[in-house]
């Protein structure tokens, strides 16, 4: 996938993702072309990042952006100096594979298995011989063959670390291949021809052991990246074609068959059925789809078929959002890692040259034998790695939000991620957070002869025309029946509405407009006030001369909400707050009815913002819950703005830091408690790595650490390292 592109706001002084190579605001003009490349082999971030700046430094490249976690590069390049050819060759000469990105093939299957790589290959082959060699000496063999045998074992597990090493030092990036390089010549060079041989072998199973595990976490990704299908069944002109989607063009119709996948983000025009939105919101249970309903990329289709019109190209649909939004997510730092990356980057270089120090000083100051100070430094270049230490955040917050984005969570950063660890009080809006959002009828009270399906079934033949939420309400309560048609409808603005049944007025309305019609209010209003304190909205339901009853409105409360609540305050969250412009009368009502700690009414957005940032001060980090459009003020205020992301997708997916596909409440406690439960494993894997690198570092002056066991404790650690950050892929 190779475009053209301008600067648009990627130069330093804009963007907030850390690049080396990124072109500054005065080379805004020059254009570049961009190509993604999809990378294997990446089992050590310290050296991935060494391959970023490599690439960075290749003439004519203006960016290149390595995402770890995904092994994806975006390379931005002067394509009249540098080809994609050119950066897949310096790629290769590094020790990686590299194959340019297709976005509708998916990630998965572009490049050769782990397993049968040549690198993993000449692993085996080493390891071969290397126990050919111990059986050898063992029958008593011994001199110049054992040798050779040795150095054949190390040339094969160290080929690819030993290019990979020499290349980094040729763009001035010297990396854990080269120190291991020097290692295994230095064990030569002194006469420990076995235990370099080991220490290549070693090595080389490290690196697969590292690759892995890393990609075991990727595939939890790229399986995201490949749930939407390829190409789709299209009706144009009458005629049914079967296209790529890349093809296909907003206002085609898509023809979707029962257990088919829906390749494009639409309306339903024909037919119903069953869809299974899990890909989009986590919910394995399927959802009723109508005309006139959404649907969207990636889903199932169950036992109908449908007719989709398209409404948004395969590049831009909710799937492609969320898919760029956790690559995002992933390369971005979060707070520790960022604190890791600086630490690293001072002490390498100051091991390197302890080691250096260490190989020299006592023989040229002390006139200490040169060879045991010799091999400790040797000990000393292969412990320096940092791959432990660097890999500790990263791959617990790719795991994390991994997991997140299975369970229909959608968290934008590795920052919101550790900060939803610190949350101590939340905020929620009222309408379409803790309700549902649109008023239902919950109530009929008959005021005459006339029983509540009839009250009902005028309201409905009145109502039928209209387009006010209220009308909905009461039409979805009497099931869309038509047992009276209203002529003649009028819409009373302010007060209600009326239309002719069976040649008499009925009117719908509220208080005022039964007064205008000389209706006694004695005989509604106790009723009317009473329905009115619990947060409902009165129409009352008659004609000039007779008043039949009144229907009462309300917006009603999710079925969780209380229950999410509840497992907020058990998960440690110490201040729960309703935030809502409604009277303080509903706001109270509801209030009660689920549990929150405090409320307030009547607010206006730039109050919200007031009341999160009080709340702020006396809790310290604080989260507001909203729907992402009307509150977005207040969530752009809290630490972590969460939206509701199933009724108003793409503005909940823009505004806020996470977002609850699914609109379901219930995963908010889990949010916070993977938030809790990744701080703490990356704080395991950082004390970790560090103490053993300074047990390490201890054990190597009194002379009690040999190369191999100093390459098991590397490339162990890493491992171990990556396999705990791991744990935060298993549902909590």
């Known amino acids: 996938m190779v475009a053209n592109s301008r600067c648009g706001g990627e130069c330093k002084c804009h963007s907030k993702v850390e690049s080396a190579n990124l072109p500054a605001c005065g080379t805004a003009d020059i254009a570049g072309a961009e190509v993604v490349l999809v990378i294997s082999g990446l089992d050590c971030a310290d050296c991935a990042a060494k391959l970023e ?90 001199g110049g063959s054992i040798v050779c045998l040795y150095a054949v074992a190390a040339g094969a597990g160290g080929y690819h670390a030993a290019r990979a090493g020499l290349n980094s030092l040729r763009y001035l990036t010297p990396d854990m291949n080269f120190l291991m390089t020097v290692a295994v010549l230095g064990a030569f060079a002194i006469g420990e021809s076995s235990e370099g041989a080991m220490v290549a072998f070693l090595f080389a199973v490290g690196n697969t052991l590292q690759m892995y595990t890393m990609n075991k976490t990727r595939q939890s990704i790229r399986m995201l990246m490949e749930v939407a299908p390829p190409d789709a069944l299209v009706k144009r002109a009458g005629a049914e074609t079967r296209l790529v989607v890349e093809d296909i063009i907003v206002g085609d119709t898509l023809v979707v ?14 037919g119903s059925s069953m869809v299974n939105e899990a890909a989009i919101t986590g919910e394995a249970m399927p959802v009723d789809k ?20 398209v409404t948004k190209l395969a590049k831009d649909s909710t799937l492609t959002r969320i898919m ?12 520790s890692q960022q604190f ?57 917050i790719v795991a994390a939000i991994g997991n997140a984005s299975r369970q229909g969570v959608l968290i934008k950063g590795g920052i919101y991620l550790e900060q939803m660890g610190a949350i101590k009080a939340m905020a929620f809006d009222k309408t379409g957070t803790l309700t549902i959002g649109r008023p239902e009828v919950t109530t009929v009270v008959p005021l005459a002869e006339a029983n509540e399906a009839e009250i009902l079934a005028l309201a409905a033949g009145v109502e039928r025309l209209s387009e006010h939420p209220l009308a909905k309400a009461v039409l979805e309560k009497n099931n869309y029946n038509t047992k009276y048609l209203g002529q003649n409808f009028q819409a009373l603005p302010g007060k209600g509405a009326k239309a002719d049944i069976d040649g008499q007025m009925v009117y719908v309305g509220n208080s005022q407009l039964f007064n205008e019609l000389g209706h006694d209010q004695e005989k509604y209003s106790q009723s009317v006030s009473q329905l009115e304190e619990t947060g409902h909205t009165v129409m009352l339901v008659g004609t000039q001369t007779s008043l039949y009853g009144l229907i009462a409105v309300a917006d009603t409360i999710r079925p969780n909400t209380e229950r999410a609540l509840n497992r907020l305050k058990q998960a440690g969250i110490r201040q729960l707050v309703m935030l809502t412009g409604d009277n303080p009368r509903a706001a109270k009502n509801i209030a009660n009815q689920v549990g929150i700690d405090d409320f307030f009414g009547q607010l206006l957005p730039e109050d919200k913002v007031g009341a999160v940032n009080k709340l702020g001060g006396q809790y310290g980090a604080v989260a507001m819950v909203g729907d992402g459009i009307n509150d977005a003020p207040a969530l752009a205020a809290a630490d972590i703005g969460i939206a509701m992301g199933l009724g108003g997708t793409d503005a909940a997916l823009e505004t806020a830091d996470v977002v609850l596909m699914a609109d ?8 916070v408690d993977l938030g809790r439960k990744t701080v703490k494993i990356i704080k395991q894997n950082v004390y970790f790595a560090v103490i053993l690198k300074l047990v390490f570092l201890g054990l190597t002056f009194i002379g009690m650490a040999s190369l191999w066991l100093a390459v098991v404790a590397d490339t162990g650690a890493a491992v171990l390292v990556i396999l705990n950050g791991m744990r935060l892929m298993q549902r909590l």
């Open 53 to 142: 700046k490599s690439v960075s430094r290749v003439q004519g490249v203006l960016s290149a952006k390595l995402n770890f976690a995904v092994g994806r590069l975006n390379v931005s390049y002067d394509d009249a100096k540098v080809k994609p050819s050119d950066i897949i060759g310096v790629i290769t000469s590094l020790g990686y594979q590299a194959e340019i990105l297709d976005k509708f093939v998916g990630t998965g299957k572009l490049l050769t298995p782990w397993w049968l790589e040549k690198r993993q290959m000449a692993t085996g082959v080493a390891g071969v011989l290397i126990i050919s060699a111990y059986l050898l000496e063992w029958l008593g063999v011994t």
């Open 664 to 671: 379901d409440l219930d995963k908010l406690a889990y949010v």
């Open 257 to 270: 068959k029962p257990g088919e996948r829906i390749a494009m983000d639409g309306i339903i025009t024909v």
């Open 340 to 396: 890791v990356d600086t630490f690293a980057k001072y002490y390498t270089p100051v091991v390197l040259v302890t080691a250096l120090a260490v190989m020299t000083l006592p023989t040229i100051v002390w006139q200490q034998p040169f060879n045991p100070w010799f091999y400790k430094g040797l000990v000393l270049l292969v412990i320096s790695c940092p791959c432990a230490l660097v890999i500790s955040t990263p791959v617990s």
């Open 324 to 335: 760029e939004l956790v690559e995002e997510a992933q390369a971005t730092k979060a707070p």
């Open 290 to 309: 109508t005309v006139g309903q959404v649907v969207y990329a990636g889903t199932v289709n169950g036992n109908g078929v449908i007719e989709v019109i």
